[in-house]
């Protein structure tokens, strides 16, 4: 056999291999590369009032994403637990476990809920009253002084659900929640989200705010600063109506964080995100999913 022929194998072999681990390599990012066809782009530049309009903050790429020490899921500590804080009603209630079904499907990992502390765990010195004159309770004080004493051994996260309203420092009015990236321990107020008093007529509005606070706050824990990609669960927010702009879908990129430490089929979340927001009437987030399911089918 000649030279050249040696050299044409050779050439082929090198050829069939490169396309081989392209082949790979496109199939490791497809789908991210497919959904974020469906991403939303953020207005430039940001309005006035906005989150992204009052913090400048430094885009986190994926390369930054993977540098940082982060929590991740392993054995015998893989379960996100839900603390719910206070006196609730039943539709209250329905609420909460309405959100450990979604946080179940979003992150998908095992979601359960704690039995519910009082309201009399909070010292008074850790209470006011604000200016529109409803109780509320010190963020940080939930989650150093509650939370992270009560973090079951097997939880990898623990979020708390409180009925009252919070602040985070003298100087703010309010915030919708709070976490720690460290400790993965996190807060959430319902109170705001139905304007102090939750109906029938006002539950999936309230309902849709918790799961976009509570998935927001969680993906914190992971590790996932604030999304200056797209429209996405992960955009900071200064107020209720930036909260009902934000989508409930994490936009592709920090979808591919967040799958970089919890393992998931892409599709398999898809799908149950899905029949979720279907069952749920969640009309605009149930859009959404089918469109991502069409791009991976």
Not at 175 to 192: K, W
Request: proline share 4%.
């Amino acid at each position: 056999m000649s030279l050249g022929k040696y050299n044409f194998i050779f050439l082929f072999f090198y050829a069939v291999v490169f396309i081989l681990l392209f082949s790979c390599e496109k199939q490791k990012n497809s789908y991210v590369e497919s959904i974020a066809r469906n991403d939303i782009k953020l207005s430039s530049p940001p309005k006035p009032g906005s989150w992204r309009y009052n913090h400048d903050e430094r885009f986190q790429t994926f390369e930054d994403f993977q540098k940082l020490r982060k929590i991740k899921p392993g054995p015998g500590k893989n379960i996100i637990y839900i603390q719910p804080i206070g006196t609730f009603d039943e539709l209250q209630k329905k609420e909460i476990e309405l959100t450990r079904e979604y946080l179940t499907v979003y992150f998908q990992l095992e979601t359960k809920i704690l039995p519910a502390l009082p309201n009399t765990i909070f010292p008074e010195k850790v209470k006011r009253i604000s200016k529109e004159g409803q109780k509320q309770i010190l963020a940080g004080y939930v989650l150093d002084s509650i939370l992270i004493k009560r973090k079951p051994k097997d939880a990898l996260v623990l979020m708390g659900i409180t009925e009252k309203d919070l602040f985070p420092k003298p100087e703010w009015n309010y915030i919708f929640g709070l976490a720690s990236y460290e400790d993965g321990v996190g807060v959430t107020s319902m109170y705001r989200f139905a304007d102090g008093r939750l109906t029938d007529s006002n539950f999936n509005e309230s309902f849709l705010r918790l799961i976009k606070i509570s998935s927001h706050e969680i993906g914190h824990m992971f590790g996932i600063s604030h999304c200056l990609n797209a429209n996405c669960v992960m955009n900071g927010t200064n107020s209720l109506p930036e909260t009902d702009y934000h989508l409930a879908r994490a936009c592709s990129l920090c979808q591919r964080k967040l799958n970089s430490s919890i393992h998931y089929d892409h599709k398999k979340r898809l799908l149950q995100l899905k029949n979720f927001f279907e069952k749920q009437h969640l009309n605009t987030e149930l859009t959404l999913a089918n469109q991502d399911l069409n791009l991976v089918q």
